[in-house]
Nanobody, 123 residues
Framework: QVQLVESGGGSVQAGGSLRLSCVAS????????MGWFRQAPGKEREFVAV???????SYADSVKGRFTISRVNTKSTVYLQMNSLKPEDTAVYYC?????????????????WGQGTQVTVSS
């Protein structure tokens, strides 16, 4: 079992930055691929970014060049640095863990989920 706890959400103006954190416990962190997803009101949950235990990354086209995912295995923590935020980035952001080494962007393949943290970007 893996427990995930996100933090760092909040409200910012367009063009601003936020950094989300997700701390994992309960399993060897290095063996997990860690992803960030988001869900806006009335929309389906969508992939944002993923990082494998070895450090390979992938991003949704909508955030590429603005968001950066990283991890510190000794702290069992994954981060999502979000720059140049836009109103359309407003959503609940979820951290997720997948017991594998491959990059996966499909939500249903993830085994564990955090409770989510709200990000609101105003114009």
């Amino acid at each position: 079992q893996v427990q995930l706890v996100e933090s760092g959400g909040g409200s910012v103006q367009a063009g601003g930055s936020l950094r989300l954190s997700c701390v994992a416990s309960g399993r060897t962190f290095r063996s997990l691929a860690m992803g960030w997803f988001r869900q806006a009101p009335g929309k389906e949950r969508e992939f944002v970014a993923v990082i494998t235990g070895g450090g390979s990354t992938s991003y949704a086209d909508s955030v590429k060049g603005r968001f950066t995912i990283s991890r510190v295995n000794t702290k069992s923590t994954v981060y999502l640095q979000m720059n140049s935020l836009k109103p359309e980035d407003t959503a609940v952001y979820y951290c997720a863990a997948e017991q594998g080494s491959a990059i996966t962007t499909i939500a249903r393949t993830y085994d564990y989920w955090g409770q989510g943290t709200q990000v609101t970007v105003s114009s």
